[in-house]
């Protein structure tokens, strides 16, 4: 099955504490993508990647790194969170930024 | 990074009525998609009308695009409750795909 997988789904976690959020999807998809969705925010990008060792900022990359060593991987790591990295975050792919994305189920993170 | 603009933000109608939402955008674009979001879930993509098209179907789904007004429209026939979600435009231009707030659309049975 085509699918966009994440975890942990939910994390509760202490402020400066490093964590990693796994994105992966086995549809050999080039772009991938992390967004972060908050009450009366929208969904807001914080790095995308075109293709492997690819990555680029979004609109709020500050406090969030990624990586991209295979395709289908694309993790999202946050190296001292903070309260304000409370959100819902989504992982998303697709075959290129002109072709549907696929969203993973997303992973609930407090910072505390 | 062009971010699509929903309006309105929130719509509640009975079931079996039409809904309409709309989309504006500022820069020209290649393409604009349209996804759907049920309550804390991941994002599902409905439809992608490219930006030499007018309009497109897809089952009780209706987009229509205006590239001189650079606005969109998405219509949902015969709503059911099930339609119940939040709805994203995401214009694409030269910029990765980002997207608004959305539409909250409520359907009442």
């Known amino acids: 099955e085509a699918q966009v997988t994440q975890n942990p789904r939910y994390l509760i976690t202490v402020t400066g504490k490093k964590l990693t959020v796994t994105c992966s999807q086995n549809?050999?998809?080039?772009?991938m993508s992390w967004y972060r969705q908050d009450p009366g925010l929208g969904l807001r990008q914080i790095y995308y990647?075109?293709?492997?060792?690819?990555?680029d900022k979004g609109d709020v990359p500050e406090g969030y790194k990624v990586s991209r060593k295979e395709k289908r991987n694309f993790p999202l790591i946050l190296e001292s969170p903070s309260p304000n990295q409370t959100s819902l975050y989504f992982c998303?792919?697709?075959?290129?930024?002109?072709?549907?994305?696929?969203f993973g189920p997303g992973t609930r993170l407090t910072v505390t | 990074s062009q971010q699509g603009e929903e309006d309105p933000q929130a719509l509640s109608i009975q079931e079996g009525e039409n809904a309409t939402m709309n989309c504006s955008y500022k820069?020209?674009?290649?393409?604009l998609q349209w996804y759907r979001q049920n309550s804390g879930r991941g994002l599902v993509h409905l439809i992608l009308?490219?930006?030499?098209?007018r309009e497109k179907h897809s089952g009780r789904l209706r987009v229509t695009l205006d590239t001189s007004k650079k606005s969109s429209s998405l219509l949902i026939t015969a709503s059911r409750a099930a339609d119940t979600a939040s709805y994203f435009c995401?214009?694409?231009?030269?910029?990765?795909?980002?997207f608004g707030k959305g539409t909250r659309l409520s359907v009442i049975a």
């Open positions: 820069t020209s674009i290649n393409n």
């Open positions: 990647s075109m293709n492997v060792e690819v990555t």
């Open positions: 549809m050999n998809h080039e772009y």
């Open positions: 998303a792919s697709s075959y290129g930024t002109d072709y549907e994305q696929y």
């Open positions: 009308i490219r930006s030499n098209e």
């Open positions: 995401a214009p694409r231009g030269n910029t990765p795909l980002v």
